[in-house]
């Protein structure tokens, strides 16, 4: 019974929320701005009401119906905590993805002070995501054409220093291994 009443609760607080998306894609539309949709995980670290990335991807689909200016900004840093792979989740969300962040987060060491979606620096020692995963990532974006440059999307890069670093070192450290991932991509990419 109060598995149901549960579901039965979530039901209606997804109601009420594509409510409010439709609510402020309409009244957004008039202004020429695009709202966005973060997924975030439902049952690790923020346990927001919309969970896992196909449960986002069917919300816009159906806003995107009749509102144009709805999108969705993928943080690759969520996925590792919604335990989704890079490349099949870049690829399902590719219709809808209109902003990028690049970072990093902690999923398997809950004793770590970067745990969860604290934006890590990207190389940290106990993070998901470095070079190697950059790579995965960079390669399917430009797979799906967002970083065509005839019509490339935006890719923010969202970090918190490494400890014992400033600020400056941790960015010039993060550009870095965003550059050398880059790198590779495009030389995978030559003939």
């Known amino acids: 019974m109060g598995g149901q009443t549960s579901r039965t609760t979530r039901r ?6 594509f409510d409010l998306c439709r609510w402020l ?3 957004l539309a008039s202004h020429q701005i695009t709202a966005l949709l973060e997924p975030f995980d ?17 919300l816009v689909a159906r806003l995107a119906a009749e509102f144009p200016n709805i999108g969705l900004e993928v943080d690759m840093a969520h996925l590792p905590l919604m335990r989704e792979n890079f490349r099949s989740a870049i690829r399902r969300a590719a219709p809808w993805i209109k902003r990028v962040h690049l970072g990093n987060c902690v999923s398997r060491h809950p004793s770590d002070p970067f745990f969860g ?52 070192e941790s960015v010039a450290d993060n550009f870095r291994r965003v550059n050398e991932a880059w790198q590779i991509v495009q030389t995978q990419d030559s003939p």
């Open 12 to 17: 209606r607080h997804h109601a009420a929320f």
């Open 25 to 27: 894609c309409e009244r």
């Open 42 to 58: 439902f049952d690790h670290d923020k346990k927001f009401l919309y969970g896992p990335l196909d449960r986002n991807i069917e």
């Open 117 to 168: 979606d604290k934006h890590p620096p990207i190389g940290y020692v106990n993070g998901d995501i470095d070079v190697p995963q950059l790579v995965e990532i960079l390669a399917t974006l430009q797979e799906i054409k967002f970083l065509d440059r005839a019509n490339r999307g935006d890719v923010i890069v969202e970090i918190n220093p490494f400890p014992g670093c400033s600020e400056d």
